[in-house]
């Protein structure tokens, strides 16, 4: 690799004529690389080796949910549900999503819910669970996760939309109205959340006259 310095005079491109002016400052140079690159033993380099089995299998389980092989995943995942040692809370997440995405709810949420008991403040999880409860029609239920994952992550707007849909069939057009109008300035784009907001709003309007 060529390294050139252009001194006061010189046009782009003369990187020959200051080539010797490299050497005095080679040691220099050689001290900044340590400092600004420094060695990196085998320990502290991220090792995979040290995720366990059901870690591993969640990843390839994440890969194969979003390609949409869901009945993969459950058969990749099911023969390792019951082992005591599985301390994964990604392995039963990703389970969960492809038992929903089966329509078999009630296996979701035991996933769901073993995923949430390894990882309790983990709104992701909270979010996935309070959906798999809104396909079951248990709209309180709903609401309730939704509340406690708005708790870890406030902006969150997808469980605000969530929220916004329980409120909604449960027939609380202002509570459903301030969360889809929360979505709205979380994430202006949300057509679905406009169009509920909408729709509240002449709701609301039709009960005033």
């Known amino acids: 690799m060529r390294i050139t310095f252009l001194t006061k005079g010189m046009k782009a491109g003369e990187g020959r004529k200051s080539f010797p002016y490299f050497f005095p400052l080679f040691p220099f140079l050689l001290f900044l690389c340590f400092c600004l ?4 033993s085998p320990a502290q380099k991220p090792d995979r080796a040290d995720l366990s089995l059901f870690d591993r299998l969640a990843e390839e389980a994440t890969l194969l949910n979003k390609r949409g092989k869901f009945d993969q995943v459950i058969s990749l995942l099911e023969p390792h549900k019951g082992n005591p040692r599985n ?24 996933a769901y819910r073993r995923a949430l008991s390894l990882d ?7 979010k996935n669970l309070a959906d ?3 396909l079951r029609k248990d709209y309180s239920k ?27 069939r449960l027939g609380k057009f202002p509570e459903a109205l301030e969360e889809f109008e929360a979505v709205l300035k979380l994430n202006p784009q949300d057509e679905q959340a406009r169009k509920f907001r909408e729709a509240i709003r ?8």
């Open 120 to 126: 309790p403040e983990n709104p992701v999880v909270m």
């Open 37 to 40: 690159f420094p060695i990196i």
């Open 132 to 134: 798999a409860h809104f």
């Open 142 to 168: 709903t609401v309730d996760l939704c509340q406690q994952a708005l708790k870890s992550n406030p902006r969150f707007h997808q469980v605000r939309s969530t929220l916004g849909l329980a409120y909604y």
């Open 87 to 110: 301390d994964s809370a990604l392995f039963f997440n990703e389970l969960g999503i492809a038992y929903r995405n089966k329509s078999k709810l009630d296996e979701s949420i035991q």
């Open 202 to 209: 002449k709701k609301l309007q039709n009960q005033k006259k």
